[in-house]
């Protein structure tokens, strides 16, 4: 799909893409989706099963989906699709799990669901060797471009300490409902991939993140727009050599599923699942300061634990 084609079909769809109006009025504060229910549970973690039934389960307990997604609303669905490698390498997020959230979005009466991640290995490749593509179609969603400038557009980041603003793109801009999709795996400078970290492909220039303050990027970024919904990933977890992948010795089988209201707690919980302290893992501190962006504290999290 090129540029003009993705923009005849945003506007089709009832997104003005990219329009400059819809930058200005953005609030970051607040996001755009005002329906988001109060559900019993902060979070809902899942061990011990398959993807698609882990997220069923805890989508049950939160409520359903339509605490989330209203009929008429535009999705975004976005996992991590960073790197050109098969699933089972577990440097992307499982497709099986990205297809039941598209499902279940669909079923709740969205609209139309897009998924994107600004990938570092060439777009389309990731897309394809992920298997995120297929899955995605297959489920009624709709993938979307991430590898040119113009899908881009930017944005001040209030509260920000280090991160005043950035180029995000369009879809992560103008989508009613945000739904972040990141897999648990190591970060050999980050040391830790999780939800927050995955913001770095929904914007542009992450590059310069790495040649100023990556970890002080990565703690500002959230502040622009939290996640409705934060789905941690942990069924296959990349324990070593991340975050590309090489082998399938560096993985650990964990069958872990994290859904959660909370981003901030959601990030503490599946460092723990990786057996990481949150407080040493350098962004993560950094962003537990920012009180905006949630609760760090477990104990005061509100947590269905389900074994299957």
């Known amino acids: 799909m090129n540029r003009r084609e993705f923009l005849e079909n945003s506007i089709k769809f009832g997104m003005a893409a990219g329009a400059a109006f819809l930058i200005k009025d953005f609030n970051p504060i607040f996001g755009l989706n005002s329906d988001v229910k109060k559900t019993d549970y902060d979070m809902v973690a899942v061990k011990g099963g398959e993807p698609a039934v882990m997220f069923d389960m805890a989508m049950k307990e939160m409520g359903g989906m339509g605490n989330f997604v209203k009929p008429g609303q535009t999705v975004l669905v976005k996992p991590n699709i960073g790197w050109a490698v098969p699933p089972e390498l577990a440097a992307t997020t499982n497709p099986l799990l990205v297809a039941q959230i598209i499902k279940h979005c669909l079923d709740a009466g969205a609209k139309k669901v897009f998924v994107f991640d600004h990938s570092c290995d060439y777009g389309p490749e990731c897309y394809r060797i992920s298997g995120i593509e297929d899955a995605v179609k297959n489920a009624g969603g709709m993938m979307v471009p991430a590898d040119q400038p113009g899908y881009f557009h930017n944005a001040r980041i209030p509260g920000a300490s280090f991160l005043k603003s950035a180029d995000f793109h369009e879809m992560f801009l103008d989508a009613n409902v945000f739904i972040n999709v990141p897999i648990l795996k190591n970060h050999r400078t980050a040391q830790l991939t999780i939800g927050m970290k995955n913001y770095m492909g929904i914007v542009w220039a992450r590059d310069q993140w790495h040649r100023t303050d990556l970890e002080a990027c990565i703690a500002d970024c959230p502040l622009v727009r939290k996640p409705d919904l934060t789905v941690v990933d942990a069924y296959a977890v990349m324990m070593t050599h991340g975050p590309r992948g090489h082998s399938k010795d560096d993985i650990m089988l964990l ?54």
């Open 255 to 308: 069958k872990n599923l994290l859904v959660s209201t909370d981003m901030m707690a959601a990030e503490f919980a599946a460092a723990k699942i990786f057996g990481a302290d949150p407080m040493n893992i350098e962004y993560l501190k950094i962003a537990s300061e920012k009180k905006s962006l949630g609760n760090s504290d477990l104990s005061k999290t509100s947590i269905k634990k389900i074994s299957l």
